[in-house]
Structures are given as structure tokens and as C-alpha cells.
């Protein structure tokens, strides 16, 4: 058992993923800062930019921060802004799409679950969200 008991992370001071499609992630709360049960990090959109479609083998909650969104869930398509919240359940195929081809849009995502994992709809290929070093 870890002897951390809190984490102050800066964004601006964290690697980010590129997502590929104009996302680019950074991972907040994880293993790597002591972590046993969630995970949580952002996502910025370029203008026009998309994620794949994905499911998790957990529920998900993700916050519209800044920028015009379409959340696309289990082939339903829903326009979300600034501070706009959904739940998704595990195993409901889902992406986030910037709905501004001229202004950025971040979102804000939490998992269930450290051991969360991402499946792509259109190959079957999962990752673990977490693997422990880069989040």
C-alpha cells in the first residue's frame, strides 16, 4: 500500500498523449500519483477534431470545460457545452467530437475504475487506459 495520501498536478506540467484525429490527452489522477481506484485527465479537440469510436469495460463521466461538443453515445448524437456532464455506462460504444471547425474544445474524463481499459469499435483493439508509467 502506497504511503501517498494526495496530489496536486498541474496540466500544463504533465505529458499529454496525442489521440490521433486532433485530441490530445493529459492524464491527471492515475497510478503514477498514488491512485488505487480512478483515473481522470483532459482531453483538448482541435477545431473540427474527433475521437474514435470506443467503449470502456467501465462507467465513464466526462465534463464538457470549454468549447461546443457533440457526444455521440450508443449511435445517439448530443450537443453539450461548457460544464455539460454525461455518464456513460460500461461497454455503451461512445466519442467526443469538437462541433466548432474554428474553436477548440477540452473535456474533462473520469473512469470507474483504475484498471480501466478502451476498446476501438472499429478494430476490437484494447489498451488499459492506466499502464502505471504515463497514465
Given at each position: 500500500m502506497s504511503n501517498v495520501t494526495c496530489a496536486i498536478l498541474r496540466p500544463t506540467e504533465l505529458q499529454s498523449v496525442d489521440r490521433g484525429g486532433g485530441a490530445r490527452?493529459?492524464?491527471?489522477?492515475?497510478?503514477?500519483?498514488?491512485?488505487?481506484?480512478?483515473?481522470?485527465?483532459i482531453t483538448a479537440f482541435e477545431p473540427g477534431a474527433a475521437i474514435g469510436l470506443h467503449k470502456h469495460n467501465c462507467e465513464e463521466s466526462v465534463m464538457v470545460?470549454?468549447?461546443?461538443?457533440?457526444?455521440?453515445?450508443?449511435?445517439?448524437?448530443?450537443?453539450?457545452?461548457?460544464?455539460?456532464?454525461?455518464?456513460?455506462?460500461?461497454?455503451?460504444?461512445?466519442?467526443?467530437?469538437?462541433?466548432?471547425?474554428?474553436?477548440?474544445?477540452?473535456?474533462?474524463?473520469?473512469?470507474?475504475?483504475?484498471?480501466?481499459?478502451?476498446?476501438?469499435?472499429?478494430?476490437?483493439?484494447?489498451r488499459v487506459v492506466d499502464a502505471g508509467s504515463s497514465g
Open positions: 490527452t493529459t492524464p491527471l489522477v492515475t497510478r503514477k500519483c498514488g491512485s488505487s481506484s480512478v483515473l481522470n485527465g470545460l470549454d468549447g461546443s461538443a457533440i457526444a455521440e453515445i450508443d449511435g445517439v448524437q448530443y450537443q453539450l457545452g461548457p460544464q455539460d456532464t454525461t455518464w456513460i455506462a460500461a461497454n455503451v460504444p461512445h466519442r467526443f467530437i469538437n462541433a466548432s471547425a474554428t474553436e477548440p474544445m477540452r473535456i474533462f474524463w473520469t473512469y470507474a475504475s483504475i484498471d480501466a481499459t478502451r476498446t476501438m469499435i472499429s478494430t476490437g483493439e484494447a
